[in-house]
């Protein structure tokens, strides 16, 4: 069986970016003008995130840091940019990469988020772990931020439900482009994202 690494890395094009392998937090800022959201390509501390949101300049506004669900991680371009190189930066001396430019949202009732995002990104899993799904009739999501604990708290938007899967094998997931994304922030446990739509077993 080929590791989770390996697969991913059969998933890389030349001039892709692989994030840091693991369920790490990464920060994300959006540039104003252009809507390009761009993400720290090594791992920040909420700590972190705070101290940059007093560094940077009026041309960018903070989103937020995230916790990675996925193992693993790589973006095969930026947004609009297939067939060049992923697009980076550097904001207050790190390094940034441009991972996707969202639509406009829609607020489902409870609050869950929806939102069209233009990205290309590969999401990988680790053999051995519990794998959390949101089934709806047009596919499954996965969850690419956050983590299960009060999975059962969520408002999740009508025709949805949880479900889990015990992964066999590592399970590699290419969303699509666009990504349908469905976002849940609480002050009490943090942001939560499922994203697809995928065929999952």
Same mark, same amino acid.
């Given at each position: 069986?080929?590791?989770?690494?390996?697969?991913?890395?059969?998933?890389?094009?030349?001039?892709?970016?692989?994030?840091?392998?693991?369920?790490n937090?990464?920060?994300? $800022?959006?540039?104003?003008?252009?809507?390009?959201?761009?993400?720290?390509?090594?791992?920040? !501390?909420?700590?972190?995130?705070?101290?940059?949101?007093?560094?940077?300049?009026?041309?960018?506004?903070?989103v937020?840091?995230?916790?990675? !669900?996925?193992?693993?991680?790589?973006?095969?371009?930026?947004?609009?940019?297939?067939?060049?190189? $992923?697009?980076?930066?550097?904001?207050?001396?790190?390094?940034?990469?441009?991972?996707?430019?969202?639509?406009?949202? @829609?607020?489902?009732?409870?609050? +869950?988020?929806?939102? +069209?995002?233009?990205?290309s990104?590969?999401?990988?899993?680790?053999a051995?772990?519990?794998? @959390?799904?949101?089934?709806?009739?047009?596919?499954?999501?996965?969850?690419?931020?956050?983590?299960?604990?009060?999975?059962?708290?969520?408002?999740? &938007?009508?025709?949805?439900?949880?479900?889990?899967?015990?992964?066999?094998?590592?399970?590699?997931?290419?969303?699509?482009? &666009? @990504? @349908?994304?469905?976002?849940h922030? !609480?002050?009490?446990?943090?942001?939560?994202?499922?994203?697809?739509?995928?065929?999952?077993?």
């Open positions: 069986m080929k590791s989770l690494k390996t697969l991913m890395q059969e998933q890389l094009p030349e001039g892709g970016i692989a994030v840091p392998y693991g369920r937090s990464h920060m994300e $800022v959006v540039e104003v003008a252009t809507g390009r959201v761009w993400m720290s390509l090594d791992p920040a !501390s909420q700590q972190e995130y705070d101290q940059l949101l007093e560094e940077m300049d009026d041309s960018l506004r903070g937020g840091v995230g916790d990675a !669900s996925m193992d693993a991680a790589l973006f095969r371009h930026s947004p609009d940019g297939e067939g060049e190189p $992923v697009r980076e930066r550097e904001i207050c001396g790190r390094r940034f990469i441009n991972v996707a430019i969202p639509g406009e949202p @829609t607020v489902h009732p409870g609050g +869950m988020m929806q939102i +069209m995002v233009n990205k990104h590969v999401v990988g899993y680790e051995g772990r519990t794998l @959390t799904i949101m089934s709806m009739p047009e596919g499954d999501f996965v969850e690419v931020v956050g983590t299960a604990e009060h999975d059962e708290e969520l408002p999740l &938007p009508e025709g949805a439900n949880l479900r889990t899967i015990e992964l066999q094998e590592p399970c590699i997931v290419a969303l699509p482009s &666009p @990504t @349908t994304t469905f976002f922030f !609480s002050f009490d446990y943090g942001l939560r994202s499922f994203q697809g739509p995928v065929s999952l077993p």
